[in-house]
Nanobody
């Protein structure tokens, strides 16, 4: 099992940047992949990016955020995953969630079964 706690976000001006953090812990976190999702009002939850460190280090992004969002893991703080977001637009306003699931060589096929509580990001124009 994996527990996830998101932090960061808040109010950001259009064109600005922010970083979200996801602290993952639990018995199976060492063999988990972590992903970021977001859900805007009235819309379904959408995948943004994922990262794994077992069996290999890898990342995977939704096409819509490639080049603008970066997912990474803090080497000094085990299993803390970040989502760096640049050039933010009002359309990026949403609740952002991190999630975890069993890791494999097929990161894009991860089944995310554990979810954090979400953190709000609001981008003002």
């Amino acid at each position: 099992q994996v527990a996830l706690v998101e932090s960061g976000g808040g109010l950001v001006q259009a064109g600005g940047s922010t970083r979200l953090s996801c602290a993952a812990s639990g018995r199976t976190v060492g063999r988990s992949a972590v992903g970021w999702f977001r859900q805007a009002p009235g819309q379904e939850r959408k995948f943004l990016a994922a990262i794994s460190w077992w069996p290999t280090n890898s990342t995977y992004y939704a096409e819509s955020v490639k080049g603008r969002f970066t997912i990474s893991r803090e080497d000094n703080v085990k299993y803390t995953v970040y989502l760096w977001m640049n050039n933010l637009e009002p359309e990026d306003t949403a609740v952002y969630y991190c999630a975890a699931g069993p890791s494999s060589l097929r990161l894009h096929s991860t089944r995310f079964g554990y979810w954090g509580q979400g953190t709000q990001v609001t981008v003002s124009s």
